[in-house]
């Protein structure tokens, strides 16, 4: 019995020597290339990103994620995302010749992790989602958006049911490492207001977006 208990002890030390030694590569990597250009940037970690979860996708177990098309739970979240993420979302926009609703955006900007779910239920869901509940920038949207996995039953992930707690999520820890190295060396902000601060950006108006890693 003992042998087993240290066995088991043995196994989730090696695992978390194996994400540690993950978070420390990516956070090497982010530091330097903050440098970079940012769109570039923020370009290759999606595709990092999505290399990681094609990787997951093939272990075992990985087809219990239920994520489809118009299931929209975690876009009534808020959104976690980097400076060079928004500046992404934001030339994105540009280029289609598309402006999001500015006011809900300022409305949301004033809410935190925390007060999110303070606001009225319309201002809660994310300024990109669709009313087919789709995401309206799927092929820009920000890693924490791709890393989300889902495996309870997709009504629960129907808002106006209030099932919150009956969601059960499948994690790709290789995912999470990155984007929370990501988070540490580019800085956490929400959505709207790194939305807001990249829109004026790219229009040439107020402070420039600090694209370079915060002081440590
Ligand atoms: S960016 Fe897209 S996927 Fe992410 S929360 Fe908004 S609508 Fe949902």
Redesign the pocket.
């Known amino acids: 019995m003992a042998e087993a208990g240290d066995d088991r002890a043995a196994r989730r030390l090696q695992q978390m020597e194996y994400l540690r030694g993950l978070y420390e590569g990516h956070v090497a990597r982010f530091r330097a290339a903050a440098a970079d250009e940012p769109l570039a940037l923020a370009r290759a970690a999606h595709a990092g990103m999505d290399a990681l979860l094609a990787e997951h996708g093939r272990q075992p177990g990985a087809d219990a994620v239920r994520c489809r098309r118009g299931c929209?739970h975690?876009?009534h979240g808020p959104?976690e995302i980097w400076a060079q993420e928004a500046l992404l979302l934001a030339e994105h926009l540009r280029r289609g010749g598309r402006s999001p609703d500015l006011g809900k955006l300022e409305r949301q900007s004033g809410y935190s992790v925390e007060t999110w779910r303070e606001q009225p239920a319309a201002d809660q869901a994310?300024?990109?989602?669709?009313g087919d509940g789709a995401?309206?920038?799927?092929e820009v949207?920000?890693n924490?958006?791709r890393k989300l996995l889902v495996t309870s039953d997709p009504r629960h992930c129907d808002i106006s049911r209030g099932e919150y707690e009956r969601i059960e999520r499948r994690f790709c820890w290789e995912a999470e490492m990155m984007e929370s190295a990501a988070l540490e060396v580019f800085g956490l902000q929400l959505?709207p207001k790194a939305l807001l601060a990249a829109l004026r950006d790219e229009a040439g108006e107020g402070p420039p977006v600090d694209r370079a890693a915060p002081p440590r």
């Open positions: 929209s975690c876009c959104v994310c300024v990109f989602l669709g995401c309206t920038v799927y949207r920000p924490t958006c959505l």
